[in-house]
């Protein structure tokens, strides 16, 4: 069973910045791809942004200018830098990593954009 972790989560202003980390049991070149999603209270989870096993990556609408998703396949890591964080960015983000049927969630990390 993998298991991915998500850290840097947490309470920032308007404005601000957070860059999110999933680190992952196995070795992450072995998935197609991996990738972020959010889901805030009320709403069903949505696709934010994901990273191929070659590097391509694709974002949401919502959050493209602003976030940015990267790899370090010797760490078997992803990031989420996000910039100029909106109060509807608020919600839990989970990381995914998936190839073909394997599948697999984090557990999910809390950002808050409040003032």
């Known amino acids: 069973q993998v298991q991915l972790v998500e850290s840097g989560g947490g309470l920032v202003q308007p404005g601000g910045s957070l860059r999110l980390s999933c680190a992952a049991s196995?070795?992450?070149?072995?998935?197609?791809?991996m990738g972020w999603f959010r889901q805030a209270p009320g709403d069903v989870r949505e696709w934010v942004a994901g990273?191929?096993?070659?590097?391509?990556?694709a974002y949401a609408t919502s959050v493209k200018g602003r976030f940015t998703i990267s790899r370090d396949n010797a760490k078997n890591t992803i990031f989420l830098q996000m910039n100029t964080l909106k109060p509807e960015d608020t919600a839990v983000y989970y990381c995914?990593?998936?190839?073909?049927?394997?599948?697999?969630w984090g557990q999910g990390t809390q950002v808050t954009v409040s003032s």
């Open positions: 995914r990593a998936w190839s073909g049927s394997r599948d697999y």
């Open positions: 990273i191929s096993n070659g590097s391509n990556a």
């Open positions: 196995a070795t992450i070149f072995s998935f197609t791809a």
